[in-house]
């Protein structure tokens, strides 16, 4: 099993960038696919990114796409999301999420493939 918290979130003026992170408990952090989605309040959970175990595969919504980078490094258990140009309909609670399962990236865009969730991090884009 693996615990997951993410970090970085806040409160950004339309136009800015930030990372959000996310921090796993337990020695095998290499063996998940990571990827990260955002709720906004009264929508549903929607996909962000994803990125395979080893890091050189990645998948982006086309909502973000060009505008956002996912990255992990193994040796610190650790997934980032740098997002950039950021708009007020981005204001949302990004979650990071984590599954065992080899699956093919393309596949890692469903909430339902996924084993562990963080709580969450707040993002509020507004001026």
């Known amino acids: 099993q693996v615990q997951l918290v993410e970090s970085g979130g806040g409160l950004v003026q339309p136009g800015d960038s930030l990372k959000l992170s996310c921090t796993a408990s337990?020695?095998?952090?290499?063996?998940?696919?990571m990827g990260w989605f955002r709720q906004a309040p009264g929508k549903e959970r929607e996909f962000v990114s994803a990125v395979s175990r080893g890091g050189g595969n990645t998948y982006y919504a086309d909502s973000v796409k060009g505008r956002c980078t996912i990255s992990r490094d193994n040796a610190k258990n650790t997934v980032y999301l740098h997002m950039g140009m950021l708009e007020p309909e981005e204001t949302a609670v990004y979650y990071c999420a984590a599954t065992p399962t080899d699956y093919s990236i393309i596949y890692l865009t469903r909430a339902t493939r996924y084993n562990y969730w963080g709580q969450g991090t707040q993002v509020t884009v507004s001026s």
């Open positions: 337990g020695r095998t952090f290499s063996t998940y696919s």
